[in-house]
């Protein structure tokens, strides 16, 4: 990997974990589910919407912005392992029917958001 | 004060999600799902652990080394390639590997 791409995933990552951060630390402790939701949600959208306006990976436009915008700021904003501990913790203390609801929906929701966000991208953006 | 620490925690986990998916090109996306796992495992095992270095290693390091944006896009990406099946599999191995770590990180330490 070239090191110009490794600077823009670091600069992405840095900026994309820190609006978590903000995030969940804005929000109240009963909230933090839902705007992990919503951040997993908009990630999704945002590189769904990347890929279907041709800046993808393996494509010329990708060059610079995948690395910073996908990789990056995307990978850092979204979080699967906060997903899992939440799930896991819910079936952990048999509040199943919670933790399942939070898969199910997270799963929906989240490729909902990239596929709808691709197709967007890929009419606009020809 | 913290957040430049979280900041810089994020940027190394991205850094290593990216080194650890680069130049992979197998069908399955593995890079993904390693990470994934690792870090669901990780941050299981950190939820015995409170303070501000707990903070910075599980939302700055481990929330950055996870990604949902991926996981989203590399299943979208599969569907539209007519890989039903492929999806289907990389989904269930996903979300009960990354929960079944997680649950084993929380029980090592609960």
């Known amino acids: ?126 | 004060m913290i957040i430049v620490f979280i900041a810089l925690a994020g940027a190394a986990g991205a850094c290593v999600r990216g080194l650890i998916g680069h130049g992979m090109s197998a069908r399955l996306p593995w890079g993904t799902l390693v990470v994934n796992l690792l870090a669901s495992f990780g941050l299981g095992l950190a939820t015995a652990w409170d303070g501000p270095t707990a903070t910075i290693a599980s939302i700055g390091a481990l929330g950055a080394l996870s990604t949902w944006s991926s996981l989203a896009y590399e299943l979208d990406a599969m569907v539209r390639r007519h890989e039903g099946q492929l999806a289907a599999a990389y989904l269930l191995i996903s979300i009960t590997g990354g929960i079944g770590m997680a649950w084993l990180g929380i029980r090592l330490v609960g």
């Not at chain 1, 306006?53 to 990789?71: H, K, M, Q, Y």
């Open chain 1, 1 to 126: 990997m070239p090191l110009r791409h490794l600077l823009l995933i670091a600069v992405g990552g840095a900026v994309g974990t820190s609006v978590r951060w903000l995030t969940t630390d804005l929000s109240a402790a009963e909230h933090h589910v839902t705007a992990i939701l919503i951040l997993n949600v908009i990630g999704s959208a945002l590189v769904g919407l990347m890929a279907g306006a041709g800046f993808g990976p393996g494509t010329v436009r990708s060059n610079l912005v995948w690395p910073l915008v996908a990789i990056g700021f995307s990978g850092g904003l979204t979080t699967y392992a906060t997903f899992a501990v939440q799930v896991a913790s819910r079936l952990d203390t048999d509040r199943t029917t919670a933790g399942l609801s939070l898969s199910f929906v997270t799963v929906v929701a989240t490729l909902f958001a990239a596929g709808t966000a691709f197709s967007f991208g890929r009419s606009r953006f020809p």
